[in-house]
């Protein structure tokens, strides 16, 4: 009896302590808004302003010898202005996890079903890590992949490190 007590004791802080965690993920994730930030990008893409995709990205992924040329190739591909806003498809996949003391909160966005007034259709990814309390210069956009119905296909920054096994 004493034992399973014990157990028991233990199991209800474990489980304490799990909430509180993602207590702290949930603080990262307030204010967010997957739609407006794929607006954003679009909005840059329409107007060929590499500099404000370049405001969207991490520290870590600017500092890429080969970014301003990424940026360029991703404004070269998106041709046009959205014709329908409204027919854009939008999912997110979220994972927060810690890692000792590390937090960290990353999603990925995708807008689906893009067309615009050139008669082509896009998808954009956008890859966000949210929290990284280890280094706050990986806190950003890190990857943004677009690609057209005709198979063209550019990305700006890389997989983060600790997944390029699963790329």
Known sequence: MRRRNIYLI???FLLILSLLAGCRMNEAIKGRDDKQMCY??????ENN????????LSVKTLASPNI???????VELFD???????????GTAMSGYEEG???????????DNIETDSQKK???WLHAQFTNSENSDAAGV????????????????ETLDRFKEYA
């Open 80 to 90: 046009g202005k959205v014709t329908s806003p409204d027919s854009i498809d939008f």
């Open 122 to 124: 896009y998808s954009i």
């Open 142 to 157: 890190y990857l943004i992949e677009i690609s057209d119905e005709e198979g063209n296909r550019c990305a700006i920054g």
């Open 49 to 56: 302003d590499t500099e404000g995709i370049k405001s969207m």
């Open 10 to 12: 233990g199991l209800i």
């Open 101 to 111: 003391e590390t937090h960290y909160l990353i999603t990925s966005i995708i807008a």
């Open 40 to 45: 954003e990008l679009i909005g840059y893409l």
């Open 68 to 74: 301003d040329e990424e940026v360029m190739t991703a």
